[in-house]
C-alpha cells in the first residue's frame, strides 16, 4: 500500500506504542503540535501525556533523560528536531550513551532510540539544514542509521528498540513527502546497505536524502547507456563495506554520493576503505560529490548549488569514465 | 642552491631504484663524477651529476624508488652556504601538464606527474593476463590506461604467455618491448640496405693487425662505427632525436652500441665523439663498454645520450638486419655478416666479401632519398678505411 | 545535641566513614606508587555527605554519582576489593577495568556510575526516575554533584524537567566550595544554592555536611518526600575536601589557615568525640573498628594486586551488546 515516509514514521511509531507499553515518545512538539513533521499527530490523544511527553526546549536534558529512562527499563524513543538542534544534546550522546556500556565493564546497557531530522533543501540557512551524521557516524557504542525510503522508515524503528544500544535514526526532512511501498510485512534489517539499481559500469554509493538524486542521476545515465549500480548505505554506523565491495569488484568504479561536506565526510570513509581493501580493483580514481564547503545558505539558487544534485553526479560519472 | 634530480637514463625508464649513494653531504663534487648506483630496470647504472658543487643534502634513502625528475640531494654552488643558498622552486619532477587537465573546468586531482597513468585494475589485470601494460594504450581520462584497455589488448594477444616471477630479465624485456612497441608505434620507419664491397677494408685491418698482440687488434665492428659517424657529418638528419614534435639534431655522434647480454636481452650504451676518435681509442672504449655492459656498470650518460644506434648482428651470421629504432633516436644503422659474394668489377665477375648495410630511419625527419646517399655515403667511406 | 542513634548505628556510620577514609589514603599511597593511574579524585573530608545520605535510601533506589565517587561506591555496598581492583585497572575491577577512578558501575547495587562530565549524571537522574515512575516503582534516585555543575546548562534542564514532571530525583549537592581551583563566590552570581535551586519550585534544604547526624537527618527527611510522590528534592551538603581537587592538583588556590579550620570540623573526629562522650564509643572499640577498616583494605590491595589483566584480545568487548545485531 502506497504511502509517504512521514506516514511511515508515524505508522512504525504507533506500532511501537501499542506493541509495548515500555515505549513511550519524548521531545520537543512531539505531543500537542503533533510533531514538528506532523510524525506524531493524533497520539497524544491516544496514548496520553506520559507516553507523548511534550519536553521543554532543553535538548541536553531531555535526550540525557531519555538515557536515564532506558538504563531505567523503558524504551524511550526521543525525537530532536533537527540534526543542528542535535549539537546541544551531543555530551549526552557521544559521553554517555555511547561510553556507558563500556565505562561500566559491560553492566549497563543503553536502548534508546534518537530520531532527528537532517539535511537540507527548503531554505532553512545555515542553522537548521546541515548533514552531521558522520559526527555520529564517528562514535563506537552507537548505531547510525539513514532510512532513505518509505520501506526503511517504517521498517527500521522496530529493530532499532529492539537493539540494546544507543541507535540515532536520521530522517532526511526531504523526503517526508516521498511516496512509495513498505515491505509487505514491515519490517527490515538494520545491518546491511542495499542495492537499489544494478550496473555495470559504475558504482553509486549513497544514503539518505541523497537516494532519490542519485537515481535520478542513474536514470539519466542509463539514456547516454552507462549503466550505473545505486547502493544505499542504510546504515552509517557499522557500514556495511562487503556490498560495496562486491558491487566495486564488478564495476571497478566508485562515486560517493553524500550531502555532508566532503572534509572528514563519511564519503571520505568509504573511499578511504575503498582504497585500503580494494585498491586493485579500481579502474579509475574514485570521485565523491558532496556539498560544496559553505554554511547552507538561504537564497535558493545558492542552497541548489550547494548541495549535490543529479547534473552534477552525473557530470562526476562522464569524467570517471571520460565521456 | 642545485638540485639533482634521477635523470632519465633511457627512453623506456620512468623510475629507478637507488642502490647506492657515492656521496655524502660536505662531499665537493665535478662534473661527471659518478655520484650514485641507480637500478633502472635494465641494470645497475653509475649516475653521473654535470654540476659543481658541495653536496649539501641527500633527498632520497637507499632503496627508495623514485620517478625521473625527481630531486635525489641537494648542492651548494660555490660560495653559498646553508643559509644563503637560494632555493629553486621545488619541482617535484619534469611537469608535463596534460592538456586536458589544464582545459578542464573542474580542478583535476595533481597529475602523477611523470608517471603514466594506469588505473590499479588495470594494472592488476594486466599482470594476469601477462600483458605488457607499457604497451598498452589508454583510452581513460588523460590517457589512463583502464582495465577495459588491457583486456582488449589481450584479446589482441592472446599468444602472449603469462609471466610468473618478476625478475631483472623480466624488467628488462618489459623495458625493450615499452622503448620497441614505442617506437614503432610513433615512429614511421623506412628501410634501406646496401651491399657494400669490404675487400679494402678486410685487407686493411689485417695489414692493420698484423704484429698487434691479440688484445690490442682491431675489430671491423669499430670500422663500421667511425664511417658512421663520420657519414653522419654530412648527413645531420640521421643523428639526434625527435622530441616533442620536432627533430633537434645532435652536435656530435655519440653512437649507441647495441650489445646483447648473456643472459638475455639487450643495451644500447653510447660511445662519445665517436667521429673524433681514433680507431685504437674506439676500440678500447668498445672493449669496455661491452664488458661493463655484461657487468651490469654502465654509466648513465653511456645509456641516457645515444644520437644514434648501430647493430652488427654479424657474428650471429644473419646477412641484412633491419633494425628498430630506438626512440626518441631517428636512425638506425645495421651490419650483417660479411660473405663473399659473386660481384662484378670492372666488368669482370669475381669474388667479393660483402656486408649489407641497412638503414632503418625516421621518415618524419629524413626521406628515402637522403637515407640512400647516407648508405652511399657509408659505403664509400669503408672503401678507404685509411682514412678512417 | 545529642547523637539520636541507638550505639550500633550510630558506631556503623563512623565505621563507614573510617572505612572510606582509609581506603582512600591508602589510593593516595597507591598512586604515588604508580599502582593506580589518571586521575584520582579523593573524597578525604566529605565522608559524611554520603554515609548520611545512603543510610536514608533502600536497596531499590538509584544512584548517580560523579568522578569523586570512591566513597559512594563503598557506602552503597560496592565490595571494597571490586572497587580497589578496578583503580589498578583489574579484569575483576567493579567495571571490567574499563573505567577506572572516575566509573564506577555497580548494577548490583544501583550505582549509574562514576560519571567524569560535570552535571552529565543530572539528565540521568531524571530518566531513571521517570523510568520508574513510568513503571510504578516508588524508588529514589539521589544524584550527587558538586556546586561546580551548577553553572552547568544540564543542571538547570534536569532540575527543570524533574520539577516540571515531579519526577523522584534527590539532589544532593556536595558543596565544598571549589569548583577544582575556583571558588564558589568567583563562578557564580548567586552564592547561596538553595535559593537558586527553589527557582525551580522544588523544596530545598541546607545541611551541615561535616556532621553525619545533621546530613542523614536532613536526607532522611528529603528522601521521604520524594519517596512519598511529592516530586525532586534539593539537599545542599556544606563541606570540604581536604586534599587538592586531583593527583594533579598543586593546590595553589587554597588558604592552608582555611583548610585547617574545615579539617578541625572533620566528619570523623567530631564525631567520635560525640560518641565517645555520651558513652556509645570507647577507644578501644574505635581502635577495633579503625584495625578493622585498615585490614579490609590491605586485603583489597592484595587482592587488586593479584586480580588478572584482562587479555588485549578482549580489547573491543563492550562495546556494544553481544549478540544484540539484527
Known amino acids: 500500500m502506497k504511502m509517504t515516509y512521514r506516514e511511515a514514521v508515524r505508522q512504525a511509531m504507533h506500532e511501537a506504542l501499542v506493541a509495548d507499553p515500555r515505549v513511550f515518545l519524548m521531545g520537543e512538539d512531539v505531543g500537542k503540535y503533533g510533531g514538528s513533521y506532523a510524525c506524531s499527530l493524533g497520539f497524544l490523544e491516544e496514548f496520553g501525556p506520559e507516553r507523548i511527553r511534550d519536553t521543554p526546549l532543553s535538548e541536553l536534558g531531555f535526550v540525557g533523560a531519555g538515557i536515564g529512562a532506558a538504563l531505567g527499563g523503558l524504551r524511550p524513543i526521543v525525537e530532536v528536531m533537527t540534526v543542528n538542534f542535535s549539537l546541544l544534546a551531543l555530551d549526552q550522546i557521544v559521553n554517555t550513551a555511547a561510553t556507558l556500556r563500556h565505562m561500566s565493564g559491560g553492566q549497563f546497557s543503553v536502548p534508546l532510540v534518537v530520531r532527528m531530522a537532517t539535511g537540507a533543501g527548503r531554505q532553512l540557512a545555515a542553522q537548521h539544514s546541515h548533514s552531521l551524521e558522520n559526527w555520529y557516524a564517528h562514535i563506537p557504542g552507537i548505531k547510525v542509521l539513514a532510512p532513505a525510503t518509505v520501506a526503511d522508515a517504517r521498517g527500521m524503528l522496530a529493530p532499532a528498540l529492539a537493539d540494546p544500544d544507543p541507535v540515532i535514526i536520521f530522517e532526511h526532512a526531504q523526503l517526508y513527502n516521498l511516496e512509495g511501498e513498505p515491505a509487505e510485512d514491515g519490517h527490515c534489517d538494520i545491518a546491511t546497505a542495499a542495492l537499489h539499481r544494478e550496473g555495470a559500469d559504475v558504482s553509486l554509493v549513497t544514503y539518505g536524502g541523497s537516494l532519490p538524486k542519485t537515481l535520478a542521476a542513474a536514470g539519466q545515465l542509463a539514456a547516454e547507456g552507462i549503466a550505473a549500480e545505486v547502493i544505499d548505505l542504510r546504515v552509517l554506523r557499522p557500514l556495511d563495506m562487503a556490498t560495496i565491495f562486491h558491487s566495486v569488484r564488478k564495476t571497478h568504479k566508485a562515486v560517493v554520493v553524500d550531502e555532508g561536506w566532503k572534509s572528514g565526510s563519511l564519503a571520505a570513509e568509504v573511499l578511504a576503505r575503498l582504497a585500503e581493501e580494494c585498491f586493485y580493483e579500481l579502474d579509475a580514481p574514485p570521485a565523491r560529490v558532496c556539498s560544496a564547503e559553505v554554511p547552507i545558505p538561504y537564497a535558493r539558487h545558492l542552497e541548489e548549488a550547494a548541495l549535490p544534485q543529479p547534473a552534477r553526479i552525473v557530470a562526476a560519472v562522464r569524467r570517471m569514465l571520460g565521456k | 642552491m642545485i638540485e639533482f634530480k634521477l635523470p632519465s637514463l633511457g627512453a623506456d625508464m620512468d623510475e629507478g631504484k637507488l642502490l647506492e649513494w657515492k656521496i655524502r653531504p660536505g662531499d665537493r663534487v665535478s662534473k661527471g663524477q659518478v655520484v650514485a648506483v641507480v637500478d633502472t630496470s635494465k641494470a645497475a647504472v653509475d649516475v653521473e651529476i654535470w654540476s659543481e658543487g658541495t653536496v649539501f643534502e641527500l633527498l632520497v634513502e637507499s632503496g627508495e624508488t623514485i620517478p625521473v625528475g625527481t630531486p635525489m640531494a641537494t648542492l651548494l654552488e660555490a660560495g653559498e652556504t646553508p643559509q644563503n643558498a637560494r632555493h629553486s622552486p621545488h619541482t617535484a619532477a619534469a611537469p608535463q601538464a596534460s592538456v586536458a587537465a589544464a582545459a578542464s573546468s573542474t580542478p583535476e586531482p595533481a597529475a602523477g606527474v611523470g608517471r603514466r597513468r594506469i588505473s590499479p585494475a588495470a594494472r592488476k589485470r594486466a599482470e594476469e593476463l601477462g600483458v605488457d601494460i607499457e604497451t598498452v594504450d589508454g583510452s581513460g581520462p588523460d590517457g589512463a590506461v583502464t582495465l577495459a584497455d588491457v583486456e582488449q589488448a589481450a584479446g589482441a594477444s592472446r599468444a602472449a604467455a603469462p609471466q610468473a616471477a618478476i625478475d631483472r630479465q623480466a624488467e628488462m624485456r618489459r623495458a625493450i618491448a615499452a622503448a620497441m612497441s614505442r617506437s614503432k608505434r610513433e615512429i614511421p620507419h623506412y628501410y634501406l640496405a646496401e651491399p657494400v664491397p669490404m675487400r679494402r677494408a678486410t685487407a686493411w685491418l689485417a695489414q692493420a693487425n698484423a704484429g698487434r698482440p691479440i688484445a690490442a687488434r682491431l675489430l671491423m665492428a669499430v670500422v663500421q662505427l667511425k664511417a658512421v659517424a663520420l657519414a653522419l657529418k654530412t648527413f645531420p638528419e640521421m643523428n639526434g632525436f625527435f622530441r616533442d614534435g620536432a627533430f633537434q639534431p645532435a652536435a656530435a655522434a655519440h653512437v649507441g652500441v647495441a650489445i646483447s647480454l648473456r643472459q638475455g636481452g639487450l643495451v644500447a650504451p653510447a660511445i662519445h665523439d665517436v667521429g673524433e676518435k681514433s680507431l685504437e681509442q674506439l676500440m678500447t672504449e668498445l672493449a669496455d663498454l661491452v664488458k661493463r655492459a655484461r657487468a651490469g656498470t654502465l654509466r648513465s650518460s653511456e645509456l641516457a645520450d645515444p644520437t644514434i644506434t648501430v647493430t652488427n648482428l654479424g657474428e650471429q651470421g644473419v646477412a641484412t638486419v633491419y633494425g628498430v629504432i630506438y626512440p626518441p633516436q631517428v636512425a638506425l644503422v645495421g651490419f650483417g655478416r660479411i660473405i663473399d659474394q659473386p660481384w662484378v668489377e670492372d666488368g669482370a665477375l669475381g669474388v667479393m666479401p660483402i656486408v649489407t648495410t641497412s638503414l632503418a630511419a625516421d621518415h618524419r625527419v629524413s626521406d628515402g632519398h637522403r637515407g640512400a646517399r647516407f648508405l652511399a655515403e657509408l659505403r664509400e667511406l669503408l672503401q678507404q678505411p685509411e682514412k678512417l | ?326
Open chain 3, 1 to 326: 545535641m545529642t547523637v539520636p542513634y541507638d550505639k550500633p548505628f550510630a558506631q556503623k556510620l563512623l565505621f563507614d566513614m573510617l572505612r572510606i577514609r582509609r581506603m582512600e589514603e591508602k589510593c593516595a599511597e597507591l598512586y604515588g606508587a604508580q599502582k593506580i593511574r589518571g586521575f584520582l579524585h579523593l573524597y578525604i573530608g566529605e565522608e559524611a555527605c554520603v554515609v548520611g545520605v545512603l543510610h536514608a535510601l533502600a536497596p531499590e533506589d538509584n544512584i548517580v554519582a560523579t568522578y569523586r565517587e570512591h566513597g559512594h561506591a563503598l557506602a552503597r555496598g560496592v565490595p571494597m576489593n571490586a572497587i580497589m581492583a578496578e583503580m589498578f585497572g583489574k579484569r575483576s575491577g567493579c567495571s571490567g577495568g574499563r573505567g577506572g577512578s572516575m566509573h564506577l558501575f555497580d548494577a548490583a547495587t544501583r550505582l549509574y556510575g562514576g560519571n567524569a562530565i560535570v552535571g552529565g549524571g543530572l539528565p540521568l537522574a531524571v530518566g531513571l526516575a521517570l523510568a520508574d515512575r513510568m513503571l510504578g516503582r516508588r524508588a529514589v534516585t539521589a544524584c550527587f554533584f558538586g556546586e561546580g555543575a551548577m553553572a552547568e546548562g544540564a543542571f538547570h534542564e534536569s532540575m527543570n524537567l524533574a520539577a516540571l514532571w515531579r519526577l523522584p530525583v534527590l539532589f544532593c549537592c556536595e558543596n565544598n566550595l571549589y569548583a577544582m581551583g575556583t571558588a564558589l563566590a568567583r563562578s557564580e552570581s548567586q552564592t547561596d544554592l538553595c535559593a537558586k535551586a527553589a527557582s525551580y519550585a522544588m523544596p530545598t534544604l541546607k545541611a551541615d555536611g561535616m556532621d553525619v547526624v545533621a546530613v542523614h537527618e536532613a536526607a532522611k527527611l528529603a528522601a521521604g518526600h520524594v519517596r512519598d510522590g511529592l516530586g525532586p528534592f534539593f539537599l545542599e551538603l556544606q563541606t570540604y575536601r581536604y586534599r587538592a581537587h586531583s593527583m594533579f592538583d598543586p593546590d595553589l588556590y587554597r588558604d592552608k589557615a582555611e583548610i585547617e579550620d574545615w579539617k578541625a570540623r572533620g566528619p570523623l573526629h567530631t564525631f567520635s568525640a560525640r560518641l565517645k562522650a555520651e558513652g556509645k564509643l570507647t577507644e578501644e572499640e574505635f581502635l577495633a573498628l579503625d584495625a578493622r577498616a585498615e585490614a579490609e583494605v590491605q586485603a583489597a590491595v592484595d587482592f587488586a594486586e593479584a586480580a588478572e589483566w584482562e587479555p588485549v584480545q578482549d580489547l573491543l568487548k563492550d562495546v556494544h551488546t553481544p549478540g544484540a545485531a539484527p
